[in-house]
Nanobody
Framework: QVQLVESGGGLVQAGGSLRLSCAASGRTFSNYPMGWFRQAPGKEREFVAAISGSGGSTYYADSLKGRFTISRGNAKNTVYLQMNSLKPEDTAVYYC?????????????????WGQGTQVTVSS
């Protein structure tokens, strides 16, 4: 069983930054791509960013390119999401997830394990 635990969320003013972390259990962490998604109240869960198992390839939602950066530390079984220039519309629960070997990086069905989420609130 894989467990994913997010941390680093909180309340920040518009224009500020946060770094989210996702710690994963298991000895095969580096074999799997990882992703971040978010869900705002009343909205569907949406793709934020993803990273390949080696960390050599990254993928972003078009609207977030340039502000968010995904990275991973395989020695620590951790994936990160650096969020800069935050806006009120970034307010959501942020989830990390482990991607299966097949399927689109951008779609939730391709991910088989999910964390419990961490709340990010950006005040104006």
């Amino acid at each position: 069983q894989v467990q994913l635990v997010e941390s680093g969320g909180g309340l920040v003013q518009a224009g500020g930054s946060l770094r989210l972390s996702c710690a994963a259990s298991g000895r095969t962490f580096s074999n799997y791509p990882m992703g971040w998604f978010r869900q705002a109240p009343g909205k569907e869960r949406e793709f934020v960013a993803a990273i390949s198992g080696s960390g050599g390839s990254t993928y972003y939602a078009d609207s977030l390119k340039g502000r968010f950066t995904i990275s991973r530390g395989n020695a620590k079984n951790t994936v990160y999401l650096q969020m800069n220039s935050l806006k009120p519309e970034d307010t959501a629960v942020y989830y990390c997830a482990r991607k299966q070997t097949s399927g689109s990086y951008f779609q939730t069905p391709a991910y088989d394990y999910w964390g419990q989420g961490t709340q990010v609130t950006v005040s104006s």
